[in-house]
C-alpha cells in the first residue's frame, strides 16, 4: 500500500485545476474521491500523529511543535503508530517525512531535509521537493515495502505565505508532477491532506499569526482535507481511519 | 563591540586584557572573584592571562570553578587535569547533582517531582510547567539547570561579588553589546570580560605565541567546545588552520537545534 499525504491540500485549488493537474485527474478517474470534514482541529501535528496512530487528540494528546520551549520528539508522544505495529509483525514498511514533528519523521528511511523540513525560501521548497521525490522514487523503485508512507510538507508553507498567488498552483503543478512518479508503483494507494486550505480572513482557525518575522501570513488551515483511494476498502472517514485502513489489511486478526 | 580596540595589535590586546583583571582585583578584591573555567581555549587563555597578572602582583589565584554540565568531554576532564597539575591550581568542579542522580545518559528523562526544591523553584522561574523532560544539557531547561543554577549556586555560597568569563565579542551575534563589566541579577554580581576584544585568531596566536595548553580536540578539527553529544567537529584541520571566514566558529555546537527553533519562531509557529 502507498499512502501520499499532502499537508493543506485543498479541492478549492485541484478541482478547478483539473486539467493542469492531470495525475491527480487519472488517480481520481481510477479511484474514488472525497472530502473529509475533520472533527478534530486542523493542527497539522495533531492530525498526521492521529492519522497514523488511530488515537484522536484527546488520546495521543500531541498538538504542537513545541512544547514548554522544546521541541518535541517522536519518544514524546506516548502512542504506537501503524508502522511501529508493522514492523513488529514482520511487514515490511517504510516512512518519509510525516511531520508530526520537526525536522519531519522518518522510520527505516535514512533521509535529510532542506531546511529541516521547514523550507520558507520558493527556491528551498523546490528543493525539498525535488528530494523527496526522488528518496521516494528510489525506496519504491528499489525496496518496494509492502506498505510506503511519505508526506509533502512544504505545500503549507506556500499557502500560509503565498495564498492567492501564482506560487500556489506552480507547487500544485510540482506534487502532480511528483504522484506521477510514484503511483505507478502500487495499485492500492491513499493521497491524503491534514486539512485544507483558504484566505487567512475567511480561515474559520487561526494556526499562526497575521504577521511573522517571514512576512504576512495571507492563507490558514480550512477543515475539509481531502482523499483519493484507489483499491482501498476500508471506509476513511476522518484522520484516525488511515490506519485503521492500513491495520484492517495486513493485521487483521492481531 | 569597540572597533578601534578591536584593531589594536594582538601585545596591546594583550594588555587591555590584563588591564580589566587589575581593576576587577581593586574593585571586587581578589577572594570575591570566582574565574569561570570550561576547559575550552577562551577560558583557558583567559585562566593564563588570570594567572600571569596573579604573578605580577604576587598574590594568589582567586577562585577557580569549572562547570560540569553532566555530558563533558572526556577530552576536557583529562585536560583539565593536566592543566591543574601543570599550574598548580585549585580548582572546584561544579554540577547539578541532583539532576544527575535521575540520568545515566543524555535523553534519560527527569522526573520534576523527584528534584528537590531549589530545582523545582528554578524550573518554576522559567515558566516549566511538565512533569518531565529528557536530560539534555543544551536544551532550554537542561541550560538553566546544569549551568545557571550551578553558577548561581556557587556565587551564593562562596558570596562572589564578581564572576570572570572567557566571552568574546566576535564569537556570536548575542555577545556583540557584552561590555567589560555587566551586572547581573540572581544574585547580584558583575560579570567581568577580559578577553571581550580577542578574535578567534587572536585567540590561538596568543595560545602559540605563550604555549599555552591546548585541548586535543582542537586539534582534532573542534572549533569551538559545548556538551559531548551536541558538538561536532567544523573540519578536519586543526582548529587554527581552518578558515576562520567561511565557517562560523560555532558552526559545530548543537546547530539543528538553533536552526529548527529560529524557523518555527520566523514562521509564527512560537
Known sequence: MLVIGIDGATWDIIEPNL?????????????????????????????????????????????????????????????????????????????????????????????????????????????????????????????????????????????????????????????????GRL?????????????????????????????????????????????????????????EDVFFAIKEKYLKGG | MDKEIMALPLEKKIEKSKEIIKKAFEKFGREKIAVAW????????????VREVCKELNIDLPKIMF???????????????????????????VRNDDVLKQVNKVGDIVKVDLLNERNRKELEKIGFKGKEFPFEPESYVGNHLMKTVVVKMFLEENGCKALITGVRWDEQEARVNETYFSPRSDPDHIRVHPILHFTERNVWETIHKYKIPINPLYEKGYRSLGAKSTTRKTDDKPAWEQDFEKIPERAGRGQDKEKIMERLRELGYM
Open chain 2, 38 to 49: 570550561t576547559g575550552g581555549k577562551d577560558s583557558t587563555l583567559l585562566l593564563w592571562l
Open chain 1, 183 to 239: 503511483i505507478k508503483y502500487d495499485e492500492e494507494i491513499i493521497v491524503i491532506s491534514d486539512h485544507g486550505f483558504c484566505d487567512y480572513d475567511k480561515a474559520p482557525i487561526r494556526t499562526l499569526p497575521k504577521r511573522t518575522p517571514k512576512g504576512e501570513i495571507k492563507g490558514d488551515h480550512h477543515p475539509d482535507a481531502i482523499l483519493i483511494t484507489k483499491n482501498i476498502s476500508y471506509p476513511i472517514k476522518q484522520p
Open chain 2, 67 to 93: 562547570i560540569d554540565e553532566g555530558d563533558v568531554f572526556e577530552e576536557v576532564l583529562e585536560f583539565v587535569e593536566k592543566v591543574k597539575k601543570k599550574w598548580n591550581l585549585d580548582v572546584v568542579r
Open chain 1, 19 to 179: 486539467d493542469k493537474l492531470k495525475n491527480f485527474k487519472k488517480l481520481i478517474q481510477e479511484g474514488n474521491k472525497s472530502t473529509i470534514n475533520l472533527s478534530q482541529k486542523p493542527w497539522s501535528p495533531s492530525v498526521w500523529c492521529s492519522m497514523f496512530s488511530g488515537k484522536t487528540p484527546e488520546e495521543h494528546g500531541h498538538k504542537d511543535f513545541v512544547k514548554n520551549g522544546e521541541i518535541v520528539r517522536r519518544e514524546d508522544i506516548k502512542v504506537e503508530f501503524i508502522w511501529d505495529l508493522l514492523q513488529k509483525k514482520g511487514i515490511s514498511v517504510k516512512v518519509l517525512g510525516v511531520p508530526f514533528v520537526v525536522p519531519p519523521y522518518n522510520f527505516n528511511v535514512d533521509f535529510e531535509f532542506v531546511a529541516n523540513g521547514l523550507p520558507v525560501e520558493i527556491e528551498e521548497i523546490k528543493k525539498d521537493t525535488e528530494t523527496i521525490t526522488e528518496k521516494a522514487e528510489e525506496i519504491l523503485k528499489k525496496e518496494k515495502p509492502e506498505v510506503f508512507i511519505v508526506v509533502y510538507t512544504a505545500l503549507d508553507r506556500v499557502c500560509h505565505l503565498h495564498w492567492g498567488e501564482p506560487i500556489v498552483l506552480e507547487m500544485y503543478k510540482m506534487i502532480d508532477e511528483a504522484l
